[in-house]
């Protein structure tokens, strides 16, 4: 079992920058490719980026790239999500999600077999 825990959301302006946080439990972290989706009022949860357990990074083309970045401190079990240029359009609640089989279709919802509770990230005009 393992447990996902985010942070760092909150209220932003356009143009402004977050970090999210997600804290993982468990001893393999190092082993786990991880992902972040989110979630916007009355739409799907889309793929935002993912880390390899190896540390190769995988973003959302077209509407994050070049502005989020992902990376991950293993020593910390800890994954982020570095939110720059932030638009009002990224408004929505960010998951934090594991794979613990290092699959490789790591824009793909099914794929991940735990799940964090979601932090709420809001981009004011």
């Known amino acids: 079992q393992v447990q996902l825990v985010e942070s760092g959301g909150g209220l932003v302006q356009a143009g402004g920058s977050l970090r999210l946080s997600c804290a993982a439990s468990?001893?393999?972290?190092?082993?786990?490719?991880m992902g972040w989706f989110r979630q916007a009022p009355g739409k799907e949860r889309e793929f935002v980026a993912a880390?390899?357990?190896?540390?190769?990074?995988?973003y959302r083309v077209g509407s994050v790239n070049g502005r989020f970045t992902i990376s991950r401190d293993n020593a910390k079990n800890t994954v982020y999500l570095q939110m720059n240029s932030l638009k009002p359009e990224d408004t929505a609640v960010y998951y934090c999600?594991?794979?613990?089989?290092?699959?490789?279709?790591?824009?793909?919802?099914?794929?991940?077999?735990?799940w964090g509770l979601g932090t709420q990230v809001t981009v004011s005009t």
């Open positions: 999600a594991a794979d613990v089989n290092s699959g490789l279709r790591l824009s793909q919802r099914d794929e991940y077999e735990y």
């Open positions: 468990g001893r393999s972290f190092s082993s786990y490719s």
């Open positions: 880390i390899s357990w190896s540390g190769g990074s995988l």
